[in-house]
């Protein structure tokens, strides 16, 4: 039950029509886990403490950097070189004292994956494959949800993975983890600090609705936003049927990529045969490369794609076509190579006549 200081904490949230005071008890009796207390868990981490949730758990190894200050906002210039957890616990007291938190200074790893299986949700405010691959590793064993999202330069993605233990999951979308050095991290690609924190407060939107029991289109699509167009698209997730069984693997399989530049002439010079681009309709009508195959990666139809001759695989940064390489791979090509960078990249030092969005 609500206490009054609860009641005048909380009343303008309790004042819409479509929020109740049982909801509002779902999130004071909720223990979420936030692993990662950067750019994304310092938007998410307050969020959740002002709406409510009764008990945080944070987990970071990491100290406050002086280039941690254009983006990670409750962190201040007298505290570097101090650990983030703590500093986001004494924050968190301060801005809610109902509110319980607890802060491990440690990584998120192998050795502390159980403490996932005493919360209701984990939210991923990670920026390294290694360690969301385990969480969404932990969260199939544990049957528990997390909130995803991932920045890269201008777009944001959002998703929530095993919604509910049936909805899809992380490896669902991307099957495999990609290799140390291919995909660059936001120290290698740059971000405006904006950015991070628009993602960080969709990812504590969704906390909130999940724990309170509202739907969202993100329990089965990845959700995509781009900061420049102001757009954010859609894209339906299907949960695979043995995706319990493919937690924890053993082995990764490292892709072959290219640069723009080497791409370039080896299709000028005929020894790279076809380009098969990966990205959605909507984003070859703004920029792509002439005389491409065009295919989503959401729409793959492996029986259209050469077999025995060199390709090129590309999207817009990397990313989506280093996964689809990596999935075909599995299926028996051995003469895709992804295009670093993307079509991105190729505006840039290739062919600058074509656009970049």
Known sequence: MLSSTEFTRYQKQLAIPEWDIAMQERLSEAHVLIVGAGGLGVTVIPYLAAAGVGKLTLIDHDVVDLSNLGRQTIYRTDQIGQSKVLLAKTYVEALNPQVEVDAITEKFSMNNYQLVESVDLVVDCTDNFDTRYLINDACVKFNKAFVYAAI????????????????????????????????????????????????????????????????????????????????????????????????????????????????????????????????????????????SMFMSMNALQPDLIPRDVPGLVLCHHGMRSMFVVKHLQKLGFENLMNLAGGIDAWSREVDASIPRY
Request: net charge negative; aromatic share 10%.
């Open 152 to 291: 890269h330069t201008w777009e944001g993605q959002l998703a929530v993975c095993n919604a509910h233990g049936t909805g899809p999951t992380y490896r669902c979308l991307f099957p495999d983890e990609p290799s140390a050095g291919e995909i660059p991290t936001c120290n290698e690609a740059g971000v405006l600090g904006f950015l991070p924190g628009m993602m960080g407060l969709m990812q504590a939107k969704e906390a909130i609705f999940y724990l309170a029991g509202i739907s969202s289109p993100a329990h089965n699509h990845l959700l995509r936003w781009d900061v420049r167009s102001m757009r954010m698209h859609q894209f339906r997730m299907e949960r695979s049927v043995d995706a319990a069984e493919r937690i924890f693997p053993r082995k990764v399989w490292v892709p072959i990529e290219i640069n723009s530049k080497d791409a370039a002439l080896r299709l000028e010079s005929g020894e790279i045969q076809f380009v098969l681009d990966v990205r959605e309709p909507f984003e070859w009508e703004i920029a792509s490369i002439s005389s």
